[in-house]
């Protein structure tokens, strides 16, 4: 059974950090792009940073480039994103998501290309 379980989300304030872990169960890791993304009250679910399978590639959305960071632990299947700096226009349940891919550098980061997707868990920025 496919499992992709969030963790680490909760409640901060502006300026604080959190980090998310996305531990995935299941299927080959290593042959499978992973992605954050998030959605908040009223709006669109959007990809706010993406790694490829080989963890060569990455990809932020503009809005968290400099603020947040991926990376893969391959011994663990675990996915992580560091939040830092965090605004309250960060506020959304955040989603990790997984696809299976040949290529090492492709590096999607829109939700349609996803099949795999986690439960999601909230991240709450408070000004």
């Known amino acids: 059974e496919v499992q992709l379980v969030e963790s680490g989300g909760g409640l901060v304030q502006a300026g604080g950090s959190l980090r998310l872990s996305c531990a995935a169960s299941?299927?080959?890791?290593?042959?499978?792009?992973i992605g954050w993304f998030r959605q908040a009250p009223g709006k669109e679910r959007e990809g706010v940073s993406c790694?490829?399978?080989?963890?060569?590639?990455?990809d932020y959305a503009d809005s968290v480039k400099g603020r947040f960071t991926i990376s893969s632990d391959n011994a663990k299947n675990t996915v992580y994103l560091q939040m830092n700096a965090l605004k309250p226009e960060d506020t959304a349940v955040y989603y990790c998501a997984a696809v299976s891919t040949t290529s090492l550098l492709w590096v999607p980061c829109i939700n349609y290309e996803y099949y795999y997707w986690g439960q999601g868990i909230q991240v709450t920025v408070s000004s």
């Open positions: 790694i490829s399978s080989s963890d060569v590639a990455t």
């Open positions: 299941g299927f080959t890791f290593d042959d499978h792009a």
